[in-house]
T-cell receptor, first 114, second 112 residues
Framework: AQSVAQPEDQVNVAEGNPLTVKCTYS??????LFWYVQYPNRGLQFLLK??????LVKGSYGFEAEFNKSQTSFHLKKPSALVSDSALYFC????????????FGKGTRLHILP | DVKVTQSSRYLVKRTGEKVFLECVQD?????MFWYRQDPGLGLRLIYF???????EKGDIPEGYSVSREKKERFSLILESASTNQTSMYLC???????????FGPGTRLTVL
């Protein structure tokens, strides 16, 4: 079955330290991968996507993600965390079948500690 | 600035009531989606639509129906609300499945 997994429910990082939010996927064919962020009481906002090309993708707010085909991973990273990065982060993958829909992970809550 | 709007931020209904959740996008997007978000379960797709008057079931369509009479508007209908439909409902739109989805602010529905 095609799926996406976020193995950590919560990640705590000290302000100024690098952060990583993990995502692994299982799809048929070439994956289309996305990261979204949700701030409190708001809808999801798009951060970045991987369709093809460079394995390192840069997105909004200084975030980047690395596509690793051999490990079927698409981890979200930022070199120096800010308190304002505290939010709920979702990884998503496009499912390649006739319905052509997106599957979301269960989300990872990121806490940046001042 | 692109925008997806939802008719209500908070809604309280009683068991058995018919509930309408409205979503409007101003980006001329073909695709529109309804999700529900529950703690620990992430986003689950209820219904989606790739064109006017077209609809497809998502992963959890039971107890819901949808309507898309105009390109910009996608409505979610709870025919007879039940307490297990208490949730956050998110609407989204996109120009294609290759591109990102734009989300509305969500409607927090409580069914008593």
């Amino acid at each position: 079955a095609q799926s996406v997994a976020q193995p950590e429910d919560q990640v705590n990082v000290a302000e100024g330290n690098p952060l990583t939010v993990k995502c692994t996927y299982s799809v048929s064919g070439n994956p289309y991968l996305f990261w979204y962020v949700q701030y409190p009481n708001r809808g999801l906002q798009f951060l970045l996507k991987y369709i093809t090309g460079d394995n390192l993708v840069k997105g909004s707010y200084g975030f980047e993600a690395e596509f690793n085909k051999s490990q079927t991973s698409f981890h979200l990273k930022k070199p120096s965390a800010l308190v304002s990065d505290s939010a709920l982060y979702f990884c998503a993958v496009r499912v390649l079948n006739r319905d052509d829909k997106i599957i979301f992970g269960k989300g990872t809550r990121l806490h940046i500690l001042p | 600035d692109v925008k997806v709007t939802q008719s209500s931020r908070y809604l309280v209904k009683r068991t058995g009531e018919k509930v309408f959740l409205e979503c409007v996008q101003d980006m001329d997007h073909e695709n529109m989606f309804w999700y529900r978000q529950d703690p620990g379960l992430g986003l689950r797709l209820i219904y989606f639509s790739y064109d006017v008057k077209m609809k497809e079931k998502g992963d959890i369509p039971e107890g819901y129906s949808v309507s898309r009479e105009k390109k910009e508007r996608f409505s979610l209908i709870l025919e007879s609300a039940s307490t297990n439909q208490t949730s956050m409902y998110l609407c989204a739109s996109s120009s294609s499945s290759y591109n990102e989805q734009f989300f509305g602010p969500g409607t927090r529905l409580t069914v008593l």
